[in-house]
């Protein structure tokens, strides 16, 4: 998978295009019946697509790394409860893998800290996020050589889980 990625982001769909409408395809909640008769529209066919069909569609999305998988555990309580509580949650460090062999992010992260000015006489410096601040320079510093920060914002506003 990873090399295919290397000669086409999109792997194993064929473009940006083909890949948002598959996107849009495999998110929308269409049947498998509903998805053959958009894919079978004169419009749709003439679309450069890399699946013709929602099997073949689906064969292609099955192809896609599958990302970290979740874990389930019951949370233990001092009272009782109509129901048992269950953290869902996925490993940190397969996360964090997943993160770094995602080919979309590669150009998205900075592997060391940076500052940012204004003009080439840098006179005013720009704070934009958490790598363009002191605190990356001064952690970064402590470091041995060779080493690189790896920052993460552990965080969400929304989980949605079906």
């Known amino acids: 998978y990873a090399s295919q990625c290397q000669q086409n982001l999109y792997y194993p769909f064929a473009s940006l295009g083909d890949w948002e409408i598959a996107n849009f395809l495999l998110t929308s909640r269409l049947s498998m019946r509903a998805i053959d008769k958009f894919l079978s529209l004169c419009l749709t066919n003439s679309l450069p697509l890399s699946f013709s069909t929602a099997k073949e569609l689906c064969s292609h999305a099955e192809m896609l790394p599958s990302g970290p998988h979740w874990n389930a555990r019951v949370v233990p309580t ?81 989980t949605h889980i079906t």
């Open 78 to 158: 001092t009272h009782p409860m109509k129901s048992p509580i269950t953290l869902y949650y996925c490993d940190l460090l397969d996360c964090v893998e997943s993160l770094f062999n995602h080919p979309l992010f590669m150009q998205l992260m900075d592997y060391s800290p940076f500052c940012l000015f204004t003009t080439a006489e840098h006179i005013v410096r720009v704070f934009m996020e958490w790598m363009s601040s002191d605190g990356a320079w001064d952690l970064q510093l402590k470091f041995p050589k060779g080493s690189t920060l790896c920052s993460i914002i552990l965080s969400s506003d929304k």
